[in-house]
């Protein structure tokens, strides 16, 4: 069964340095996500991208946020400078239409230190 | 600003009987739900999903009911096993491209 693939599953990094966060959408998927899930908290949306341009996106993806399909099958986030508060679970999600199930991965942990 | 709200953060239940679980909206925008379930370090896992057309939506032993006039709707899971023990979230949309996602109720089926 196809899945949302996403890499690494773990990255620790220094406060101030740059991340960038992998995943692999399902292939025949147009729309694309991100996700993220501070501990004990609820999942809460970051940005949506369809036809290589964001389609929205939420108050927390600020300039120090970034999204990039560089490559028709990756989807990457960037965060430029990390702050310990951007430590969560972050999750790709792809869907084939713009409503609909989302399909998400099994996330990518971030520690900030 | 909690549009999409599960006021249980927990629920247990013996196995063999139904699990109700419940989630209200504000947003009368909202046209389209989703629930998900969700083990630790694993990301949610697509269950069912509903559309405000429609008022129940069934696949198996899940069912999704939706009242639109009360924004609200409930996944009822018969019978519980064991194995549905997980954090279970309701997500929402309505006319753009972002699901908005309740605060999870954490069920956990007794054997």
């Known amino acids: 069964e196809p899945e949302v693939t996403q890499t690494p599953s773990h990255q620790v990094t220094q406060m101030g340095q740059e991340v960038i966060l992998r995943c692999v959408p399902i292939?025949?998927?147009?729309?694309f996500y991100w996700y993220r899930q501070i501990l004990g908290q609820k999942v809460e949306f970051l940005v949506s991208f369809y036809n290589n341009e964001i389609s929205e996106k939420s108050e927390i993806f600020d300039d120090q946020f970034s999204v990039e399909r560089p490559d028709g099958s990756n989807f990457t986030l960037k965060i430029r400078s990390t702050k310990l508060e951007d430590s969560a679970m972050y999750f790709c999600a792809s869907a084939i239409a713009g409503t609909g199930e989302l399909f998400f991965g099994e996330g990518s942990r971030l520690t900030v230190l | 600003d909690q549009q999409v709200k599960q006021n249980s953060p927990s629920l247990s239940v013996q196995e063999g009987r139904i699990s109700i679980l419940n989630c209200d909206y504000t947003?009368?925008?909202?046209?389209?739900f989703l629930w998900y379930k969700k083990y630790p370090a694993e990301g949610p896992t697509f269950l069912i999903s509903?559309?405000?057309?429609?008022d129940k939506n069934e696949d198996g032993r899940f069912t999704v009911f939706l009242n639109k006039s009360a924004k609200h709707l409930s996944l009822h899971i018969v019978p519980s096993q064991p194995g549905d023990s997980a954090v279970y979230f309701c997500a929402a949309s309505g006319g753009t491209y972002k699901y908005i996602f309740g605060t999870g109720t954490r069920l956990k089926v007794l054997a």
């Open positions: 509903i559309s405000s057309i429609k």
């Open positions: 947003n009368s925008m909202f046209d389209y």
């Open positions: 292939s025949n998927h147009l729309y």
